[in-house]
Structures are given as structure tokens and as C-alpha cells.
């Protein structure tokens, strides 16, 4: 039986914000981006101070399936709070990937009780909420509220586009997630696009005006969990 690492991820980045003042520190990420198909999700975790981290700990594209599945478990029990937020392929059409990523980051730190006084976010600026925060380039690499996030938005996403394959059995979300695989292109060329299928992005019809999807490891709308 193979020996659970220590955590790769460390708290260097919250335990700043503490000494600056704050308490309630949110860790934020995304997963979906690159996706062909589904939504964008994101998730909002706070972190207990108190407590130890979840044993192998680190970005969600690092972990197997069974390590992200046991880490996202303790991390529903032992989390201050998280909180999903989603959205779906007609808005990212509508507006553009970015806008929909800062969106349903937006809506998990909303949905946060109790609410962060501060979030370190994956990379991106949040400029439409006065929350203090914090950009870290490859956060979820490094910072453990970071990687905590990264996970619960996985797990959340890749069981969601497991139901979707029972509804669209014919493109194999199951296996890719939304993600480019071959098969996946193969399915679209056979049969068209689903009803959450991007149909912006390249791909997803034969000559587009498209969006390009940003690149994402493929291991990875229903309405949104409650946050705890």
C-alpha cells in the first residue's frame, strides 16, 4: 500500500493576510476553462486554522481521481466553509471565458457563511468586488486555500459532467469531462453539438467565429450545492 505524502502545499501565503489583520481567508480556482462542453465552475474555500491539512494536499491536476475524491471528502467535513459557483456554456457564449471564470468565482465567495475578509485567488483579479485580495500566479501549486479550492471545484465539475452523461450519453463526458479528447471530436463531428456544448469555442462547429480554449489537463447547468 502506497504512503500518503505530507502536503505539497503550504500556508505561508495565509498565515501574511493573518498578520496584516485578517481572519477569514479564502482560497478561490477554477476548473473548466479549456472545456469543450459544460460549465466553468469555481470554488470558495476557507480553510480551518486550527486544524491539519488533508494529507497529500496539492493542485487537483497533480492528484489521482482517488486522492482528489478522499481529499475533497475531508475537506467538505474539516473546511470553515466552501462554496461552488457555476456557470453554464450559454453565458460563456454570451460573454467570453474570462468574464464567466471571475463570474462564478464571484458567485462562490458570495455564497461563503461566514463571509472571507480576504481571498487568495488562482491567478486572476476579481476587480468587481471590494473584497481585499490577492493574486498568486500558480496558487493552487502553493497556496493550500488555493489547492483546497482546486479540488472541490474538480470533484464538483467532473461529477457533474458524469450526469450529463447519462443525459448525452453519446459524447462520453463521462471519461473526458468536456475536455478535447479524440473522442470527443469524433462524437461532435458525428452527431452535433449538445445542448452544453460551448458553441463559441473551436471545434465544437465545423467553421466558427470562434473562441480557442485555454489549455487544461483533461483528467478532469445544475443548480449550485449550498455553502457550509
Given at each position: 500500500m502506497r504512503k500518503e505524502r505530507e502536503p505539497a502545499v503550504g500556508t505561508a501565503f495565509e498565515e501574511e493576510a493573518r498578520r496584516?489583520?485578517?481572519?477569514?481567508?479564502?482560497?478561490v480556482d477554477e476548473v473548466g476553462r479549456g472545456a469543450l462542453a459544460g460549465p466553468v465552475a469555481a470554488a470558495a474555500v476557507i480553510l480551518d486554522p486550527n486544524g491539519p491539512l488533508p494529507r497529500?494536499?496539492?493542485d487537483s491536476k497533480k492528484l489521482t481521481a482517488l486522492q482528489r475524491e478522499r481529499?475533497?471528502?475531508?475537506?467538505?467535513?474539516?473546511?470553515?466553509?466552501?462554496?461552488?459557483?457555476?456557470?453554464p456554456a450559454g453565458e460563456i457564449d454570451r460573454t467570453n471565458i474570462l468574464?464567466?471564470?471571475?463570474?462564478?468565482?464571484?458567485?462562490?465567495?458570495?455564497?461563503?457563511?461566514?463571509?472571507?475578509?480576504?481571498?487568495?485567488?488562482?491567478?486572476?483579479?476579481?476587480?468587481?468586488?471590494?473584497?481585499?485580495?490577492?493574486a498568486i500566479i500558480r496558487g493552487d501549486a502553493c497556496c493550500a486555500s488555493i489547492a483546497a479550492a482546486s479540488v472541490?471545484?474538480?470533484?464538483?465539475?467532473?461529477?457533474?459532467?458524469?450526469?450529463?452523461?447519462?443525459?448525452?450519453?453519446?459524447?462520453?463526458?463521462d471519461s473526458?469531462?468536456?475536455?478535447?479528447?479524440?473522442?470527443?471530436?469524433?462524437a461532435l463531428r458525428a452527431h452535433g453539438p449538445c445542448p452544453i456544448h460551448r458553441l463559441s469555442f473551436r471545434g465544437v462547429l465545423p467553421a466558427a467565429d470562434t473562441q480557442t480554449p485555454?489549455?487544461?489537463?483533461?483528467?478532469?447547468t445544475r443548480p449550485q450545492p449550498p455553502a457550509r
Open positions: 496584516r489583520g485578517f481572519r477569514l481567508i479564502a482560497g497529500g494536499l496539492n481529499i475533497a471528502a475531508e475537506l467538505r467535513e474539516t473546511a470553515l466553509c466552501y462554496a461552488v459557483g457555476l456557470v468574464v464567466a471564470t471571475r463570474r462564478a468565482m464571484c458567485d462562490a465567495l458570495a455564497q461563503l457563511r461566514p463571509a472571507p475578509d480576504f481571498a487568495l485567488i488562482d491567478a486572476l483579479q476579481l476587480r468587481d468586488i471590494s473584497l481585499p485580495q490577492q472541490i471545484a474538480k470533484t464538483h465539475r467532473d461529477a457533474l459532467m458524469r450526469e450529463y452523461h447519462r443525459e448525452f450519453p453519446a459524447y462520453g463526458f473526458h469531462v468536456g475536455y478535447g479528447a479524440p473522442a470527443h471530436l469524433a485555454e489549455a487544461e489537463t483533461p483528467d478532469e
